[in-house]
């Protein structure tokens, strides 16, 4: 089902100072300059990279959104695992039949990433992010 782990995402309240920790502790590299500002104004984030290894950092900028609350409630640390897969509708409906709880029911483009999300409840309190690749 699953073709490979993507990244970790990993929720802070500020991903600069966050990234230059795992630059200099761990030898993470940036994936770009600039982060990136999700479409509808809930996070920022940024990449980084050692080898196999890509850590998302996430800070939310939208005080009322979901993971501002998720920030305020767990703290910082681990939010998701990340998964490649193919074919991704295919994965959602057949985890659906096997009665798993998803967040969404499909589907959604984020760039060049087809993505969605397996509520926690069905995986061990861990929120787990299906991934496809789309040709841009």
């Known amino acids: ?7 970790v995402g990993i929720i802070t309240k500020d991903i600069e100072e966050a990234a230059r920790l795992f630059s ?3 030898g993470l590299e940036r994936s770009t300059d600039a ?3 999700d479409p509808l104004g809930e996070f920022k984030s940024v990449f980084l990279v050692a080898g196999e290894v890509t850590v998302e950092l996430i800070e939310p900028i ?9 920030l305020e409630k767990r703290g910082e640390g681990l939010h998701h695992i990340s998964v490649e897969v ?6 959602l409906e057949a985890l659906k039949l096997k009665g798993v709880r998803l967040i969404g029911e499909e589907a ?23 991934t496809e690749k789309v040709s841009p």
Request: positive net charge; aromatic residues 10%; glycine residues 6%.
């Open 1 to 7: 089902m699953f073709k490979r782990i993507d990244h």
């Open 62 to 70: 939208n005080p009322n959104g979901a993971l501002a609350k998720f």
């Open 108 to 130: 959604q483009v984020v760039g060049t990433l087809k993505v969605a999300f397996i509520h926690p409840s069905s995986t061990r309190g861990i929120l787990i992010e299906l």
């Open 35 to 37: 982060p990136f500002i």
């Open 24 to 26: 200099e502790v761990f």
């Open 86 to 91: 193919e074919n991704i509708n295919q994965k």
